[in-house]
Structure formats: C-alpha cells, structure tokens
C-alpha cells in the first residue's frame, strides 16, 4: 500500500518556466490537498479537492493551478515559476470518515533560479 | 479567521529532559485539534489528536489536552529520547471542510 505519492522529490526551474508537481494516493481518498512549508510559515493550504471534478482554493493559491480528474490524482501546476514559489510542496489526503487526519506524500523540494 | 501560535524553536533538550511544546488557537467554531510530527527529509505524520473539549490524546509517550478555557493544546512528554528529534506541528480542523490550519513548527533537538 503505496499511501499518497509525490514526484518528482526535487526539482530547479528558471523563472518563468512551467512544470506540474504530481500527487497520487491508492487509498481511495476523497479529499486531497497541496501544501507549501516555508520556514517559520509552518503549511500554507494552496488548493484542495473535495472529489473528483471538484477542486477550490486556499490560503495561497495565486501562481498554481489543480485539477482533479480522477480520484487517484490531483496534480500541481506552475504555469510560470517565480522565485517566490521556492519551497517544499506537500500532498495530503484523507478519507470520508478520516475524523480530518491527513495523510501525506514524503514531499517535493522545488527551488526557483 | 482560524489560526494556530506556536512556542517559537528551536527546542534543545538534553535525553530523558522533560519536554513541553505550547500550542494556542483562535477558532470561531469547536475545532479539532491535532499534533503532526515531521522526521528528517520525511513528509508530516500524525502523532495525536483530540477531537473535543476536556479530551486527552496520546502516543508514544507524548501527551496533549484539548483546554477549551485556555484555547490551548500544549504537547508534553515525561522522557525524551534522540529519536524524538523531529520539527512538531499543531494543528485545528476547520469543521465540515476538513482543512487543517497549521501553526509554524517548532524544531526539537534531542542530545544524548
């Protein structure tokens, strides 16, 4: 049982480029989330889903793009990096009765030259 | 809107030292409460939670108490061990939408 999967673990992008973090979790989940963690910032919500087709926005969501096509995936997108969305991006995941415990990937390390 | 404070770290303790970790939140419903323990080079995992007033979670030896008075929810273990070394993250649901809201992180260092 894989749990929720993040790729790619590290990944450097020049400013203005586009690239899509991918979240996929094998556990069913309706839920599903994108966090960034800053130091001193602690997780900052970027979008969630709530099912399938469903997706809206959370405490940061400026410069990133979801979707949520199927259950299994909910991919980030940059459509065009800046050096402020240098961070450490998280996926989460949770189940319908999950009492809000989160699951999450191992996390993707992306730095902005 | 909803929000979590967090004791500023970094946390350095000597082996088997006393650890407590405070945690405030500002809600306008009854949240959940919840404490998320992230290891080295890992992803955030759940170390306890509290899902009501006056309740108590535990795990592997830490300790936290959903106080409604104090809106707090302060993590506490008697006996610390190096492998407790971790960054540690309060946290509140927000209800219905299930988003949770995180406060900073506070960064423990266990020596031996």
């Known amino acids: 049982n894989a749990g929720v999967t993040q790729t790619p673990k590290f990944q450097v992008l020049k400013t203005g480029q586009s690239m899509t973090l991918q979240c996929a979790q094998d556990?069913?989940?309706?839920?599903m989330s994108w966090y960034r963690q800053d130091p001193g910032m602690g997780l900052r919500l970027i979008h969630y889903?709530?099912?399938?087709?469903?997706?809206d926005q959370g405490e940061v969501p400026n410069g990133y793009n979801v979707s949520r096509s199927t259950t299994e995936d909910f991919p980030l997108r940059l459509l065009s990096a800046a050096p402020s969305q240098t961070s450490v991006y998280f996926c989460?995941?949770?189940?319908?009765?999950?009492?809000?415990?989160?699951?999450f990937g191992a996390g993707s390390r992306l730095t902005v030259l | 809107g909803d929000s979590v404070t967090q004791m500023e770290g970094p946390v350095t303790l000597s082996e088997e030292a006393f650890l407590t970790i405070n945690c405030t939140y500002t809600?306008?419903?009854?949240?959940?409460l919840f404490w998320y323990v992230q290891y080295p080079g890992e992803g955030l995992q759940l170390l306890l939670k509290?899902?009501?007033?006056?309740d108590k979670g535990s795990n592997k030896g830490f300790e936290a108490t959903y106080r409604k008075e104090t809106t707090s929810f302060h993590l506490e273990k008697g006996s610390v061990q190096v492998s407790d070394s971790a960054v540690y993250f309060c946290?509140?649901?927000?209800?219905?939408?299930?988003?949770?809201?995180f406060g900073q992180g506070t960064e423990l260092s266990v020596k031996p």
């Open positions: 989460a995941s949770r189940g319908v009765s999950g009492a809000n415990v989160l699951t």
């Open positions: 556990m069913n989940h309706e839920y």
């Open positions: 889903s709530v099912g399938a087709g469903i997706t």
């Open positions: 809600a306008t419903g009854y949240p959940s």
């Open positions: 509290a899902t009501k007033a006056d």
């Open positions: 946290a509140l649901s927000d209800g219905a939408g299930g988003k949770l809201i």
